[in-house]
Each structure stands twice: as C-alpha cells, then as structure tokens.
C-alpha cells in the first residue's frame, strides 16, 4: 500500500485509502499537491484532473487559486475570463462591482430611480 512521501496508507473495508498530509490530496491512488491559496476552505481534483477550489465568503477561483471576489449579500461572485463577475439576485442590479436593490418611484410626473446600496461594507443611496 503506497500513497506517496506524502502520506499514509491504510485500508478501509477492504479498499486503500490515502491520508495525505496538509495541501496534499488524494489522486489515482497517491498523495498530489493541491493548494488554493490561503482563503480557501479546500482543494480536490475534479475527474481525477482538474483542480477545484472551495474558497472562503468573499472569495472566488481564479486560475486555481482563490482571489478577493465579492458583490455584497445580493449576490454570487466569480471570475470570467479573468473579469470578475456578480450574478445578482432577480430584485437587484450590479452597480460598481456590488448588487444592489432598486426601487422605481413615480411622485406625480416625475419618475426618480433609487437605489440603496446594501452590502456588507456600506450603506448609502445613490439617486438618478
């Protein structure tokens, strides 16, 4: 039973099974480097292959590794041919790199847009 000079081997209910040491996980039966930086939660290879990353809140893969990537509680954040990226909830719009909520008033003749900026980071109203 062999996993490599980075890690243990062990059998569990008859089938190997590697512990491989910190930023090391299991591939095609050995102990393979995987890292994503140190804002992520884990790392593993998709299909064997591919590096994955599971970065923490307020992060995204980027190239296999995990970059500062956030559009505030109204929306997901990723990278897009290196471009960031904020898919937005239904209710809300990308302003400057966040999601915020929009608000369409009509007091008489008038139409003012509103939109209040609710991220983790700041509160305030911009208006149109």
Same mark, same amino acid.
């Given at each position: 039973?062999?996993?490599?000079?980075?890690?243990?081997?062990?059998?569990?209910?008859? +089938?190997?099974? &590697?512990?491989?040491?910190?930023?090391?996980?299991?591939?095609?039966?050995?102990?393979?480097?995987?890292?994503?930086?140190?804002?992520?939660?884990?790392?593993?290879?998709? +299909?064997?292959?591919?590096?994955?990353?599971? &970065?923490?809140?307020?992060?995204?893969?980027?190239?296999?590794? &995990?970059?500062?990537?956030? &559009?505030?509680?109204?929306?997901?954040?990723?990278?897009?041919?290196?471009?960031?990226?904020?898919?937005?909830?239904?209710?809300?719009?990308?302003?400057?790199?966040?999601?915020?909520?929009?608000?369409?008033?009509?007091?008489?003749?008038?139409?003012?847009?509103?939109?209040?900026?609710?991220?983790?980071?700041?509160?305030?109203?911009?208006?149109?």
């Amino acid at each position: 039973c062999d996993c490599g000079s980075h890690g243990a081997c062990s059998f569990e209910t008859g +089938q190997k099974k &590697c512990i491989c040491d910190v930023n090391y996980v299991e591939k095609e039966g050995k102990c393979e480097y995987c890292s994503c930086g140190e804002n992520s939660n884990s790392c593993h290879f998709k +299909q064997g292959k591919y590096k994955k990353c599971n &970065c923490s809140s307020g992060y995204a893969e980027n190239h296999g590794y &995990c970059e500062e990537c956030n &559009c505030g509680p109204y929306g997901s954040c990723s990278f897009v041919d290196d471009k960031k990226r904020c898919d937005c909830k239904s209710f809300t719009v990308e302003r400057n790199g966040v999601c915020v909520v929009m608000e369409i008033t009509s007091p008489e003749d008038t139409t003012v847009g509103t939109s209040t900026v609710l991220s983790s980071t700041a509160l305030g109203k911009v208006f149109e």
